[in-house]
Each structure stands twice: as structure tokens, then as C-alpha cells.
DNA sequence: ATATACCCGACTAAAATAGTCAAGTATTAC
DNA sequence: GTAATACTTGACTATTTTAGTCGGGTATAT
């Protein structure tokens, strides 16, 4: 079970940004720079990020990224999402009647990892930007 | 955030075994048909969970593998470890000073994927095999 | 003897990941 | 009005990981 970058850098960027004043617009540059990611990477996630109306863009200099709602509001399941990146314990379709192998029921284990499944969006589903701010030095 | 079929297929084939009685060896063979796994798959995992004493092996006509404790007795967080899937959710190496990034402190989120990791190991270590057989019909 | 079933290291095809690249467009500052 | 900044978009690619396979064993029961 591995977290991917995609996710990880999407989370740490809006938490950069959520450190801003909210209307300021934050740009990727500057992210890039503080936080050591990617600017063409970062490009790629905020593309997706704004199409899932977490943050929206201003464009033309001094522009940048600005989070569309409080950090407060914005959910890491939600941030998830956005970037495509799900939670995959089973080894079936989630929908199908059949089971993973190609079996017409569900394995033995598939309760189980069902279980998992859920635990763990419930994680995601209970964090938001904000609590990643609390008790933290500004350390950029 | 995905599981691996190395872990899922140790898990499915332990929990096949422990329905069989405690003494009586259950040869890969057999597992790879009623689970539908690669038996050559399965060889590869059993020879981790061998070494790992999770399984004995009793070899010749008539052998197989035997649980070596009773499914009680067998978290899955022994299981996974055995099989060499760790939970790696922070970017950076976690028993260093560094960062993820190659910077020399950790990261904005790092203390949110630590709290994941733990999370989610928890899973694991109150889950054992007998979890998975209450209230289960025998459908092999 | 022979069949069964474990043992072990090395190998490989395919998929996923972690980016990069090229060629834009919109806005602001001067 | 032109330069600079910064977002936009789709395609492309190297690397790594995954999910197995393969070949050639050894031990045991009948
Ligand atoms: S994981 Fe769903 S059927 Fe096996
Ligand atoms: S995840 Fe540990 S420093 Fe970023």
C-alpha cells in the first residue's frame, strides 16, 4: 500500500497555499520553489484541481492559484478525488456481482478488504486543509 | 492507494487453509484451484510465509503446508510483513532527519502520512485469520 | 521407482508512476 | 504595444513496480 506523488504533492500544495491570505493569488512558481516539486508537475495537478473546483486560476502576472473555498471546507477525500487517485483494496469490481478471478462470487477475502476500503476513506473523508495548520511553525 | 495481489493472495490462501483442521496439510495445488491463484504464484508466497514461521512445510505425496498457529493467533500485520509489503505513505525515509525532497526537515504534510501510516498499520494488527471465517458459508 | 509436492533463484512482460515537452493563451506592467 | 508572467492542454517517455513465469532442483510416501 503506497501513497503516490500525485496525491502527495497535491495535498502539500494546497496546504502551502492555504497559508496565504485567501484571495492572494499563489503561483506555481512559488510553490515549486518552496516546497521542492515540479513546476510542470504541479501544472498538471492544478489543471485538475481547478476543473474539480477546489481552487480556481487568475492568469497574466501576479497571478497564480486561489483556494475557492476556506481550508476548513476543503476535505482531503475531495482533494483526492480531483487528482483520480482512489482507494483500491479489492481485487474485483466494486459494482460486479463477480468476484475478483473471474468467479461468479465474491472471494473469501472480499469482506475484508471492503472493510479496509472504507477505513481508509474515512480517514480522507475527516481530514481538511486546516488540520494540517494547526501547531505548525511557517516553515517556509 | 492500492493493495497488491502479492498480500491479498496470501491472505485469501491462509484463510483457505485455516479452514481445514489445524494438523492436516493443505497442498498448494489444491488452494490454487479452489482460490483460483497461479500455483507458481503461490509457491513464491508460501516460501516468504515459511520463512517468516507464519506456515510449515511437510513435503512428499500427501503434503502440503500446515499453519503453524492457530488462525486466532495470526494477525494480518504479520502476514503482510512476511510477504515484504510495508504501508509507505511519506515521501521521505522515515527514520531520517530529511525530508522528502532531499531537504533537511520534514515536509508540511509529513506529520498528516505519518498519521495515515499508523492508521492504517492499526488495521492490520487487530485484524487476525479467524476474523475472516465468523459468520462465512464454506464456498470452495 | 515413481509420483507428488515443496524449494529457490533468476527472469520477464505489462502496467503504473512520475514526471517532461511543445506549443499555446490570457493578463498585467511599463 | 510589447514584454514578461503565469496559466492551459494534450501528448509523450523513462523508470520503477507488479504480477507473475521458468527451469531445474530436493524430500517423502506409496
Ligand atoms: S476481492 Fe472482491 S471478490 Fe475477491
Ligand atoms: S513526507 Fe516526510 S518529509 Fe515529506
Known amino acids: 500500500m503506497k501513497l503516490n506523488t500525485k496525491s502527495r504533492y497535491a495535498v502539500m500544495a494546497l496546504a502551502d497555499m492555504s497559508k496565504f491570505p485567501i484571495n492572494n493569488p499563489v503561483s506555481l512558481r512559488d510553490i515549486s520553489l518552496r516546497q521542492s516539486i515540479s513546476l510542470l508537475y504541479l501544472e498538471q495537478i492544478f489543471l485538475k484541481l481547478k476543473k474539480n473546483e477546489i481552487v480556481k486560476s487568475v492568469r497574466g502576472t501576479n497571478g497564480g492559484y486561489v483556494l475557492r473555498r476556506d481550508p476548513k471546507n476543503i476535505k ?6 480531483a487528482v483520480d487517485q ?7 469490481k ?45 516553515n517556509y
Open 76 to 81: 482531503l477525500s475531495e482533494i483526492f478525488q
Open 94 to 138: 466494486k459494482d460486479s456481482k463477480k468476484g475478483c478471478n473471474g468467479k461468479s462470487v465474491k472471494c473469501i477475502t472480499h469482506e475484508l478488504w471492503d472493510e479496509l476500503d472504507i477505513y481508509i476513506n474515512n480517514f480522507f473523508e475527516n481530514k481538511n486543509l486546516s488540520d494540517l495548520l494547526v501547531n505548525k511553525e511557517r
Open 86 to 92: 482512489k482507494v483500491k483494496t479489492v481485487g474485483c
